[in-house]
């Protein structure tokens, strides 16, 4: 009798015991955490090395700045409201209008200006924060994506994770929003994560509540065959990013913003493995390569051509 550990390892699936212990924990600096948990601090650090990110309206850090909100605001009809420190997904908020003093989720649901404020407050709290810390509520640009995504997004903006190992990127899906997720593109709230060809940029079937999806729950579009614009330029995005943090094991995420192009959203120290399940690949093979190289290129485009010839190689053996 074969176990199903041993099917899972000679599939190269990376479990999350192993992730923890022979990646996260050996290529992750515990001091280095700081740079990509708070989202304040990953948005200074990419500016400065010219990387695109969604542009910042302001920070409320006390119960007594709610107060400002609307003068913080200003004209902007839409925006999205995000912990500092969340992880997840957890207390992200997006508004997508304003009608006659309420606010409107991506959802379609509308909230009052008190509700707003109160969901501000319990960011403030720490009830989404890393350890329940208090925290600090980001109010920023909200993405219009880019119009590819439109058949297979339910209400809320796609976003594309890259895991990258000491800087090589080494698998990619898009994250599609459901109804199910309220318009989050967060695969533990019900997302759909469609894996990614690496070497066209292809898009394929997917994974959505650990079960295998070919069409996306809400629109019933189909997944596969959505070639994403400019590819190679969203790998060598994620590649750099490795340049801000220099953490080994980072998860990398992205959006396509119609008017701006690629804009990174947030880094990620731990990110998690359903990435395997929405590409039927396991992550193994191509980090134990990288693992054994005696040395990684430090240019990110040539680190980006290492990652698709391990690829190529491993999919011809």
């Known amino acids: 009798m074969r176990w199903p550990g ?21 290529n992750n600096a515990r001091r280095l955490y700081p740079l990509v948990d708070d989202k304040l ?32 605001l200003g004209e ?11 992880s997840g997904g957890n ?29 501000i407050s319990n960011i403030l709290s720490g009830m989404f924060s890393l350890g329940g810390m208090p925290d600090q509520a980001m109010i920023e640009y909200c993405v219009q994506f880019d119009p590819i995504f439109e058949d297979v997004a339910f209400q809320g903006v796609p ?8 800087g090589v990127p080494v698998a990619s899906m898009v994250r599609l929003p ?16 469609a894996g990614i060809d690496m070497a066209s940029g292809q898009t394929q079937s ?27 330029t969203l790998l060598l995005l994620a590649a750099r990013c490795y340049d801000l943090a220099a953490l080994g094991y980072l998860g990398v995420d992205v959006v396509l913003d119609r008017e701006f192009g690629p804009l990174v959203l947030e880094l990620n120290a731990r990110p998690g493995l359903s990435i395997q399940l929405a590409n039927r690949r396991g992550l193994l093979p191509a980090l134990k390569a990288i693992e054994g190289m005696e040395s990684i290129p430090t240019a990110a485009d040539e680190r980006v051509a290492l990652g698709l010839d391990l690829l190529a190689g491993s999919a011809t053996s």
């Not at 902007?76 to 969340?86: E, I």
């Not at 207390?91 to 008190?114: E, H, P």
């Not at 976003?159 to 000491?166: A, E, G, W």
Request: with cysteine.
């Open 76 to 86: 902007h009809k839409s925006f999205v409201v995000k912990p500092a420190h969340g």
């Open 91 to 119: 207390g992200i908020l997006v508004i997508t209008d304003r009608r006659q003093g309420r606010f409107v989720k991506a959802s379609g649901s509308m909230i009052s200006r008190d509700e707003l404020g109160h969901h």
């Open 206 to 232: 997917g994974v959505c509540q650990n079960a295998r999806v070919s069409t996306h729950p809400d629109t019933g579009a189909a997944l596969a065959g959505i070639g994403i614009p400019g590819w190679e």
């Open 41 to 72: 601090k990953t948005k200074e650090l990419a500016k400065r090395a010219g990387i695109a990110v969604p542009a910042l309206y302001g920070v409320i850090r006390t119960e007594h700045a709610i107060n400002e909100l609307d003068a913080l």
């Open 159 to 166: 976003d594309i994770r890259t895991i990258v190992f000491r």
């Open 6 to 26: 041993t099917i899972l390892r000679e599939a190269g699936i990376l479990s999350m015991n192993q992730r923890n212990a022979d990646f996260i924990m050996l």
């Open 178 to 193: 459901t109804r199910a997720s309220d318009g989050k593109a967060n695969l533990h709230q019900g997302a759909v994560g």
